[in-house]
């Protein structure tokens, strides 16, 4: 019995690393099916592919092996790895982009270093282990392969995990820096609805984002904004997004990933 | 015996939105393959979505499920819902982006408006109703439950329908929207071979867009095109297109989806 | 048995143009498994589309049909051709696309010019053979239909092929074109490490582009390069490429697509 792949990259598409991926699973595991969950995350920011990886999970296969690849330090020292979490396995470098969908899965159970021989078909390009070692080793998993018969045994806790982004919460304000702008322009940030709740942010409000501060409404659904006006909502993954209806809010906002957005209770401060 | 799934939407690729939609699948319906139409919809342009749909229809397997997601209205009080037209089957939101496909397939013969629990697992995100709802739907669809499983009975000609882009037609003239731009700057234009019959449009023409007019030929093909000028033909979906060879005609003439394109034969008016 | 098909094309994933050919072909072959290598070729770019080609592959399944459309010349009298090299199969238009990877697979052992009519269910639209000629061919020969039953035997020795792009390789100096820009800003160059040996070019030197030049390194991986300046390296297709780590080469350098590079140690000339 196969597992299907589940593959996010930085790869975009309009270069042939995917599709070369693509090919290696089909060689080795040509009946696996293969879910391309993103290939569009920012290049190597490896933050936000963890994120987006992670609220995936409540909405993949169980069982799926999560293949994921950013990977700003390929070809040194740091470790690839492969990792058991609830019923679902995870491949990739050991650079913090996996440890968010382990955790969400309900932690790393087991973990190995991967060895590039034992899963190589041919001499490893320095620059591409996506194609050589990660791409084969989650199709060989698929396959029913056992993580130990991939690599040497590690300590899970001894994976490297990153910083959360926290939010500054305060009564009536959040600081939160933006983690991702889609191609609607909602501007999502690092912070949850219990932040927005602890700061009492439900109704009228104050969004700041560089030297620009416009009105804002807490609402749940794109259509409730106002004319003219921004949006303030969870959106699908949990996170609290500034929207603006049938408009961009990044754009107008001035709002950048890595930047900082400010939401003011009306009336407070 | 389950059906192929033909998946639009304007969800972009850059995101995780078509991959979630796809994960969500697969985890109701494994076997089910996903033919993903196209994502790149223009945002919350409802018209190009269902001309888009419509346009494939000839091309699909026939029991397909078609899985349509362009929804700026998501969260609201529009319906989500399920249709039968021919031996194919479509789901989405009822904001005008199904009927096109449904008519080219025949007609809708059979309606329901999704009941969002019976398909949903969790609470549904009121932003992500492709997630949520749709996908669901179409996948349960793939498997073979029936479209009264998934809600109540609606009447078919209750279905909300955009009014159609008509062209403007005389004696030597055709003046029509621009209903796309493609990557090779193709500029498709909201009339058919029919209509420049109509206009007798046979030869050569001026086109004018903006301010800006230039001349142009009636072709087949964009090789037919002389140098440095443009070329009228019918494109692959049936649509007149003002196309340049080896050029961008979209940029040349400064063209774009939504604004006017007037087609005028030389020698006339 | 059937073969997965491998499709290549330049029509981007902006437009429905690479969907509609997924349909085409689960309608004629439902279980093919179809391997999107790269859609994102530069528009009308031959040469780039074989070269990628070619670089798949050794990774690709051993009996797969390769589908490229990269057809500037789409309804004029360019051949459509089907050829056999080693075990797999290639299907595109007869303009210079195909030869570098038959050669990668050991060289065209037999060729057909494909008779549309034996392959086509409708009219074939003069601009679109892609739906209509090439992948529906791609489909009956994964399907198992034979070589000579799409159409009339050729000379392999007729096909058209386009001159190679070959560097300029001196003592201590390459000059090469700049055959591709990926996602990360990296530019790949027509010349191979074995002009880069020739050269002697193994530790430092000087990159130029445009009116700039920079200080670069000879460099096996991204993390070797020093903060604030260049490196050079055989990227994981086997071709020279600039690379800045964390940064945007072709961005800084002003290198393009078409133009030249030049590459000269420090210390001579």
């Known amino acids: 019995v196969t597992r299907p792949i589940l593959f996010l990259s930085d790869y975009g598409l309009d270069d ?11 060689r080795i595991a040509p009946e696996v099916p293969i879910i391309d969950l993103a290939h569009g995350i920012p290049p190597q920011d490896v933050l936000a592919g963890g994120l987006t990886l992670a609220a995936a999970t409540p909405h993949a296969p169980p069982d799926a092996v999560y293949l994921a690849v950013v990977d700003p330090h390929v070809g040194t020292e740091r470790r690839p790895v492969a990792l058991e979490a609830g019923s679902a396995l995870l491949v990739g470098p050991d650079n913090g982009l996996l440890p ?69 919460v305060g009564p009536g304000r959040v600081a939160a820096r933006v983690i991702g702008v889609d191609r609607f322009g909602n501007v999502r940030l690092a912070a949850r609805e219990a932040d927005l709740e602890r700061a009492g942010l439900t109704g009228r409000l104050t969004v700041s984002a560089g030297g620009l501060a416009a009105p804002a409404h807490r609402v749940r659904t794109f259509a409730e904004v106002p004319d003219a006006a921004y949006g303030l909502l969870v959106d699908s993954a949990g996170w609290a997004a500034v929207v603006r209806n049938l408009g961009n809010a990044a754009h107008d906002l001035g709002a950048r990933r890595g930047g900082w957005v400010e939401l003011r209770a009306d009336g407070v401060g």
């Open 16 to 26: 042939e690393f995917v599709g070369v991926c693509h090919a290696v699973i089909a």
């Open 100 to 168: 968010p969908a382990c955790d969400a899965l309900g932690g790393p159970r087991d973990a190995v270093a991967i060895e590039a021989e034992k899963v190589a078909r041919a001499p490893v390009s320095p620059t591409f282990h996506g194609r050589d070692v990660f791409a084969p080793a989650a199709a060989h998993l698929a396959m029913g392969t056992g993580l130990h018969d991939l690599g040497v045994p590690i300590d899970p806790s001894s994976l490297t995990r990153l910083s959360r982004l926290e939010p500054d």
